[in-house]
């Protein structure tokens, strides 16, 4: 817990920045409740899936190789699930759809995988790299899913507040291969505000089926994610980590929140972070943008 983890109060919801997944989840019983999470080998993945089972859910737990997968579910005891998944090949996120059809139904999907800040420029079928794997790979697999989840499940998009870095005009859509003035933290922004857009469309696109899709900003917490970022800024992350930033426990805590709690079954469309509601960019409150990124989403779908 940091300086600031114990000095922020507690919104409207009774949880705020310091609560943590299990504080968020005491007392509720998942038993009978299946959840898919995907990049459950690492952060808050592994911790959003630990708190699930402990809960009494079964997670079908994805990460980009089988051993990974199993690895990360071996731990989540009963009937944990682990599905290989790698989001930036669509032929493996098919072959993760099919996996998953061919088992029980689903409660709720977390998409929490993600990459950040990549220094250079990488690509995956002709379009950036964190585009393609923070959104894209989770546009095919969670719309490969919807088919497959039960009544009242809830979809779990992870967004971040770096969202709010996203190019001028929210998506480049004529610059998605991010070859035009490519930077890490813009293209992350993109990515992210992304994430946030497919969680409104999706929303609308469920409207009167009971079923919700929300995004989340988790807080900052050092985990794996800085991985690409330069060695300054983790000496800096560093030094602020126990003042300012969240622990993994903190961190897993907005999405499980969001994912599972009885007070957060109706609210859909939403932005949420430290376990409340929250303003999001102007951006990400565009429902027209939001609906092209669908409509252009399903385009690169349909020839990757
Ligand atoms: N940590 C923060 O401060 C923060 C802030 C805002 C938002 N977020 C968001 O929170 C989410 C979780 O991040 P984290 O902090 O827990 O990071 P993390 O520890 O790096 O975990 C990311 C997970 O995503 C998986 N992943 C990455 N690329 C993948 C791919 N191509 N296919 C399948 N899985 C892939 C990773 O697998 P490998 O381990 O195999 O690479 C790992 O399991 C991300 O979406 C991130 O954008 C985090």
Redesign the pocket.
Known sequence: MSLLSSLKGKGPTGFGYGSTAEQVTEGLDLSGKRYLV??????????TARVLALRGATVVG????QE?ADA?VASLGHEAVGVA?????PA?VRAAVGTVLEGDTLDGII??????ALPKLQQAHGYE?QFF??HI?HFLLVTGLLGHLRDGARVVM?????HQMAPQGGIEFENLSGERAYTGWRA?GQ??LS?LLFARELSRRLEGSGKTANA????????????HMNPLMNVGMAVANPLF??S?PE??AT?VYVAVHPDAASVSGEYWADCNLKGSSAYGRDLGLATRLWERSEAIAAEV
């Not at 994805?62 to 190789?65: E, G, I, Q």
């Open positions: 995907t990049g459950v080998s690492s952060g808050l993945g592994a911790e994805l990460a980009r190789s990974k990360a998944c790698e989001l930036a090949d493996s998409a929490n995988a993600g990459i950040m790299l794997t923070n790979g992870l967004s971040s507040a770096a992350y990515a992210k994430n989340v900003h988790p807080g900052v917490i050092a985990t794996n994610l800085g991985r930033m969240k993994i961190g897993a999405q």
